[in-house]
């Protein structure tokens, strides 16, 4: 299993990222996929699931309204388009599988996100 985030990087306040997970070593088109954050000092948290054909969306309540995710399982690959961000956001995303939970031990090496003027 790899899993490969990118996209990060240093936005200001209000601003917008677009993050990419690509997977690999599992049936991708078949598994629910999550985002997850960690940011400095605090345990890694659920962002935002998606079911395998994209029927049903789950996000937390900290990101509702301003985050969305998609997926395209032709390029086996999971979005996650984050809007209208502030300094909260700033973590290190992750993607894994499972719907609101995560399957693999073995985590990517994710993707820093900064929001910071």
């Known amino acids: 299993v790899q899993l490969v985030e990118s996209g990060g990087g240093l936005v200001q306040p209000g601003g917008s990222l677009r993050l990419s997970c690509a997977a690999s070593?599992?049936?991708?088109?078949?598994?629910?996929m999550s985002w997850y954050r960690q940011a400095p000092g605090k345990e890694r948290d659920l962002v935002a699931s998606i079911g395998s054909l994209s029927y049903m969306r789950h996000f937390s309540d900290s990101v509702k309204g301003r985050f969305t995710i998609s997926r395209d399982n032709v390029k086996n690959t999971v979005y996650l388009q984050m809007n209208s961000l502030n300094p909260e956001a700033t973590a290190v995303y992750y993607c894994n599988a499972g719907w609101k939970t995560y399957v693999y031990e073995n985590w990517g090496q994710g993707t820093q996100v900064t929001v910071s003027s």
């Open positions: 070593g599992f049936t991708f088109s078949s598994s629910a």
